[in-house]
């Protein structure tokens, strides 16, 4: 997971949601600023996403929190959950609410998970239940990916160098969105590795 640092409310929102009698719908305005948001990743696996393939994930769940159902800071921009049979992120997560937030600076995120080389996350015990049942972000193709995104930062690592100068070019290149304003599949996972090596200079 990366931590999000959420935008304002897009305008055109907040004029929806305050119209008379309607109710919650993923209007493109919102997608875009959720994307712009989180750099077109998702919210808890940070794969790639777009327009055409997310979902808006209501952190609390509006089943449970109906009065945060259109309340900006309870959405996030999700993968579909489904691009492969063992299904993830809000697609297994559903309605179940979780304790590990993606943008509560109190409890970021990104002080809680870890990697490993084989691609699995690591996490205290207390967060096993989010990881492995809720968002099932263990799984073997997520796992797949990540060991890829790596083994990608690998091969870059091995053709620039592993001097300081270059680790940390390539540092800014994961920490940074590009001009479109996206940030690099799995990026977290990658920024493991790369500050591991830049720590080992």
């Not at 640092?5 to 305008?11: L, T, Y």
């Not at 077109?40 to 769940?61: D, F, R, S, T």
């Not at 592993?162 to 540092?171: D, R, T």
Request: with cysteine; charged share 25%.
């Amino acid at each position: 997971m990366k931590f999000i640092v959420k935008g304002n409310e897009p305008a055109a929102w907040k004029a929806y949601r305050e119209t008379a009698g309607v109710d919650f719908d993923a209007i493109p305005e919102l997608k875009e600023a959720l994307l712009n948001d989180q750099g077109y990743i998702c919210c808890y696996c940070m794969n790639g996403i777009k327009e055409e393939n997310m979902k808006v994930e209501h952190y609390k769940p509006r089943s449970t929190y109906p009065t945060l159902k259109m309340e900006y800071i309870n959405l996030f921009a999700a993968c579909k959950g489904d691009f492969c049979s063992d299904k993830h992120c809000d697609t297994k997560k559903e309605n179940t609410e979780l304790s590990i937030h993606p943008a509560d600076p109190r409890n970021n995120c990104e002080a809680i998970i870890g990697y490993s080389t084989n691609g699995k996350l690591t996490y205290p015990d207390k967060y096993k239940v989010d990881i492995e049942e809720t968002l099932n972000l263990n799984n073997s193709v997520l796992i797949s990916n990540r060991k890829g995104a790596l083994y990608g930062a690998a091969l870059a690592l091995k053709k620039i160098g592993y001097k300081s100068i270059s680790i940390k070019k390539l540092i800014d290149q994961y920490k940074t969105k590009s001009p479109e304003g996206k940030f690099q599949p799995y990026c977290n996972t990658v920024l493991w590795l790369l500050n591991k090596k830049l720590s080992a200079n």
